[in-house]
């Protein structure tokens, strides 16, 4: 168990510990614990979601930017929101080095978005769902965001069918990722809090399920490395 996982009230004060404690190491941790695959699987996301010139795009829980700055050079117009303000602070650092095209980025609740009903045309949510403390209400205020036929795209740790890989899988992020957290962060919690939140996440199958039952059609699962990864999306 991760003291950064609690049920409850609590829930969501301790993801902004964790996301204070992770933000200065969280893009090297992120190449170094995927081998760089993460790159692959944001590009990826990115695709899925139909980015281009002239659509606007929401990307929830934005962390450090890398999608909303892969949306951005895809042509969306983009904005980034995240309740982590160290996390937004290395996405600012990034956008400003970029200068225009580059996203806007903001502290938000994913919970309680400040965005006008039907104002996206996409939204992107990468490795954010896992983390809410009310999936079903964080689900809800994408659906209302989004336009009619809009699209969104959710990357996030899925669960593997082969039972085999799944074992693999999750010895992985039991006996080494937290050792990640070890080494950067002094706090080998920091990453084993991945394997705590995954095991109470309803993972791929459960969020199309979800996102069938709040309206979105053509639901898709996209499984990457097996589905150790994978990619939900919709449309609203
Ligand atoms: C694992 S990071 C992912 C960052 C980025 N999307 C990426 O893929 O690199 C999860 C992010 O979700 C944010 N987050 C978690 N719960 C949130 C909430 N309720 N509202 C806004 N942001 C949230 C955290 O602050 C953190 O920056």
């Not at 403390?133 to 899925?158: H, Q, S, W």
């Not at 199958?205 to 919709?234: C, P, W, Y």
Request: glycine content about 10%; hydrophobic content about 45%; overall charge positive.
């Amino acid at each position: 168990m991760s003291k950064f996982y609690v049920e409850g009230e609590r829930r969501a004060d301790k993801v902004v510990d964790l996301f204070a404690a992770v933000a200065p190491r969280y893009d090297l941790i992120n190449d170094l614990q995927s081998l760089g695959l993460h790159r692959l699987w944001k590009r990826r996301l990115v695709a899925l979601s139909g980015a281009a010139p002239g659509k606007r795009a929401l990307d929830v829980c934005c962390g450090t930017g890398d999608v909303a700055f892969a949306l951005a050079r895809a042509g969306a117009s983009v904005t980034g929101l995240d309740f982590s303000e160290p996390m937004l602070a290395v996405a600012k650092r990034r956008a400003t080095a970029l200068g225009p095209g580059a996203p806007g980025f903001g502290v938000a609740d994913a919970l309680a978005l400040p965005v006008p009903d039907a104002s996206f045309d996409i939204v992107t949510v990468a490795y954010g769902l896992r983390n809410l403390a009310d999936l079903d209400r964080g689900l809800a205020e994408i659906a209302r965001v989004l336009k009619p036929g809009g699209t969104l795209a959710a990357l996030e740790f899925g669960l593997p069918e082969w039972a085999p890989w799944r074992a693999a899988y999750r010895l992985y992020l039991r006996r080494f990722v937290p050792a990640f957290g070890r080494l950067f962060c002094g706090d080998a919690d920091t990453h084993s809090y991945i394997l705590a939140s995954l095991d109470r996440y309803p993972a791929q199958r459960g969020v199309d399920q979800r996102l069938k039952g709040i309206g979105f059609r053509e639901t898709r699962i996209h499984d990457l490395l097996g589905g150790a990864m994978s990619i939900n999306v919709g449309i609203r």
